[in-house]
């Protein structure tokens, strides 16, 4: 909901929109956790806080409607401080309500620059950011150890258990919080006209939910709701990575490649659990369960195909396609060529006759028609090398379509003759 209260802000502000690259977005967004982390090392009382993105500047920590700080954070590669010189005049002109004299304006580099001294216009003087280890620059290759650093050095603060795994764990729901949070924002800007500064206004990320990932532990590296959840954050930030380099690229030919990426994070960092269970199941149905980690070959394997193809369709489902017939296609990493390719379809075809235990991979299995998948010769289908035979009892298929699948007596349910499709077929096929 929008606040009544009446909030003075200049109209740039009111009416901006972020126009920082990918690979700058992201940046920043690491170093506000970074920041709000060390508050939390540093000011026991912080717990109170907020970080609010992409707001009065590249992010801002609140105290209740006060503003404790301003940020603005830029990962330009040029090392001369003349470069910054508009820049630095425009964080020491951002005026707001929520501004005491206390307020402190704070400006991240990520080079190191010829001149680190403060820098004073408008009245107002604006510090060069200092890290923890005194490091006055963090290039972007490096602010994923720089804040796994500062989660560790909490952990030790607070007496927490500290492990690499751990911290890794807790880094993951971290980015994880931050993404759901600016993609609430974007929502709201885009879905329900709320400018820019209302929709983040709106959607601050609380310090006491940065505690909660802090503090949140792994019962079992074989959990499986830890492995789902390691798994969406791996697969977007392969999808970052995939934005850096085609960014570095700078190529007006990529901007088709980055949309569809911008898009795939977006669908993939709201999916709810039961979704993340079936795109995990649905990258290698042979895989029958979740009970490990997916190689981040495979991963780059399922970006690739969702690149190579239109713009795919979600609608609270997962990234999909559809042909003239209504025949659903789905990308799938598994590689069926040679030899693996009949190990594949045997491992499915045992699965097949266990579907009783596994709903996940049957709704699948009913839900869509074709996987795509990395095949060199032409497609297939299932039944060519066996006689399908899942069957299950309906009232457990949740969130399927009755009218997609045959129905027999006692409400048993037979399943469809799967085709495996490659990525140039299925180009051809789908609209």
Sequence with gaps: ??????????????????????????????????????????????????????????????NDKTALSIHQVKSTKSKYRSS?????????????????????RFFHVSVNIDDFTNHSHNEKTISLFKYHDGKLFVPPDEIDGMLKEIISNYLDNNSIINSPELVSHKFDKLNSL?????????????????????????????????????????????????????????????????????????????????????????????LDSRLIERLYISLDPTNFCVESDIGKGSLQKYLNIINKLPLFISNNNLPHYLNAKYDKY????????????????????????????????????????????????????????????????????????????LTLKNNIIKAKNIRFVSVETAKGEIN
């Design 178 to 270: 931050l993404a759901q949070r600016v993609n609430f924002a974007h929502a709201l800007n885009q879905n329900q006209n709320y400018t820019q500064y209302e929709s983040t206004d709106c959607s601050p990320v609380l310090f006491s939910e940065i505690i909660d990932c802090l503090t949140s532990a792994v019962i079992d590296i074989h959990d499986k709701k830890h492995l789902l959840f390691r798994f969406q954050s791996q697969l977007v930030q392969i999808i970052d990575e995939f934005a850096d380099f085609y960014e570095e690229e700078n190529s007006d030919e990529l901007e088709y490649e980055l949309v569809h990426l911008s898009t795939c994070k977006k669908v993939i960092s709201n």
């Design 1 to 62: 909901m929008k606040d009544d209260e009446n909030i003075s802000v200049s109209t740039e502000i009111a009416k901006s929109v972020a126009v920082a690259s990918w690979s700058g977005f992201i940046y920043q967004g690491k170093v506000a956790l970074y920041r709000a982390i060390q508050l939390l090392i540093d000011d026991k009382l912080s717990y109170s806080y907020s970080l609010k993105v992409e707001h009065l500047d590249d992010f801002v920590i609140f």
């Design 330 to 405: 789905i990308p799938s990493c598994i590689e069926l060529n040679g030899m693996s390719k009949k190990v594949h379809v045997n491992k499915l075809d045992k699965h097949l006759s266990e579907l009783r235990s596994n709903t996940t991979l049957l709704n699948i299995l009913f839900e869509f028609d074709n996987l795509i998948v990395e095949i060199n010769e032409s497609s297939f289908k299932v039944s060519e090398f066996s006689k399908p035979k899942a069957t299950h009892n309906g009232d457990c298929i949740d969130d399927v379509n009755n009218s997609e699948f």
């Design 84 to 104: 910054y010189k508009k820049a630095l005049d425009q964080a020491a002109e951002v005026i707001s309500d929520h501004f005491n004299i206390d307020t402190l």
